[in-house]
């Protein structure tokens, strides 16, 4: 007898469980390898049922609290959509804005414009909320997490990271889904994947970057970072996830040479990040402008993807973008498959 939807889906998240039993979704490495997987098989069972999944309300009595230091279209809209779907309850919540000004410093004299400790915010918001997600990413490279770290110390409930400095891992987990579908199955395994920095006249921060590397390297891709001198990715977050490439078979090039890297590449991932030297970015991005990625750059490749919103002329030419490489429409979409699979992982 063919088993139910609701047997699959019960079944896929019992098979996420016996891989990840945290309930930290941080830098995106927590599930391991063989939860990755498990959790994917969830995202792809979600996206192909989602109207019937959204029928039998799974989530139905659980709340969310999404809190934004940070402007969002595509993750404040996917997860409300994937809690809703599931028969959850979204909480929207402005940082610092429609909510009091946050202070995340220990020991501070609050006599200035803070006015409420994530001491108190983030037990507050478990107390209601069965899941909280956060998203702040500063504009300075922050090794140290602050306002994430925080939140996952002071924080009963389980937490999602919706991006912070080093790291977007609802972005990672669609990413892996992308490639997955591009790689022709449920596999990218040993594809050529490239991630090319791209000029932007703003210095970003790495979380993109980082994930795209931590999710190439758990799907066990051939993986070609390509980045001009002086735009190296943080060297021990990429130590860390290096340790993976045993475990998936994955081949980590790091190169100068953005050609060699998109030559015969699945998927041609186009990226801004920060000049090592933050206060030389400006000058430093001007002087790479032919890094732009264009017709040339994806003639042998396959497959564009950008985490979106992606500025059009500067990063990739419109070209590309409105060609017939460009997936990054579909990647986007992948956002709410993966983050209803974190949910029902945690809550079902
Ligand atoms: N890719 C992404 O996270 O988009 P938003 O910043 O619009 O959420």
């Not at 979704?25 to 098989?41: C, Q, S, Y």
């Not at 669609?174 to 000029?199: E, H, R, V, Y």
Request: aromatic share 6%.
């Amino acid at each position: 007898m063919t088993p139910t939807l609701e047997t699959r889906l019960y079944e896929a998240v019992a098979r996420v469980r016996t891989h990840w039993r945290g309930s930290r979704l941080i830098d995106g490495l927590e599930p391991g390898v063989d939860g990755t997987r498990a959790l994917l098989d969830v995202a792809r069972i979600y996206r192909a049922n989602r109207l019937e999944i959204g029928r039998m309300r799974p989530l139905l009595g659980r709340a969310v609290a999404g809190l934004f230091f940070d402007p969002s279209l595509r993750t404040h809209t996917s997860m409300e959509v994937a809690t809703g779907r599931c028969g959850g309850h979204f909480v929207y919540l402005q940082g610092g804005e429609a909510t009091w000004k946050m202070e995340f410093d220990e020991g501070v004299v609050m006599n200035g414009n803070t006015a409420e400790h994530v001491k108190e915010a983030a037990p507050v918001l478990s107390s209601y909320a069965d899941v909280l997600a956060v998203r702040a990413f500063p504009r300075t490279h922050n090794r140290d997490e602050t306002v994430i770290r925080a939140f996952s110390r002071y924080a009963g409930a389980p937490l999602i990271n919706l991006e912070s400095a080093l790291a977007h891992p609802c972005q990672g987990l669609a990413d892996q889904l992308t490639m997955a579908d591009l790689g022709g199955g449920n596999s990218f395994q040993g594809k050529k994947i490239c991630l090319t920095w791209a000029p932007h006249p703003k210095p970003l921060p790495q979380a993109v970057p980082l994930s795209v590397v931590r999710a190439a390297i758990l799907g066990g891709a051939d993986l070609h970072v390509a980045a001009p001198v002086g735009f190296d990715l943080d060297a021990e977050e990429m130590d860390r996830v290096a340790g993976f490439a045993a475990d998936t078979g994955a081949k980590l090039t790091l190169t100068r040479n953005q050609a060699e890297a998109t030559k015969g590449a699945l998927v041609v991932y186009a990226k801004g990040w920060a000049a090592e030297d933050r206060d030389a970015h400006a000058a430093l991005a001007a002087e790479h402008g032919n890094w732009t990625v264009g017709d040339e750059a994806m003639r042998t490749a396959t497959a564009f993807l950008h985490c979106l919103p992606v500025r059009r002329n500067v990063i990739v030419t419109d070209s590309v973008l409105d060609g017939p490489k460009s997936r990054v429409i579909p990647q986007a979409a992948n956002r709410e498959p993966v983050q209803a699979a974190v949910l029902l992982s945690w809550l079902l």
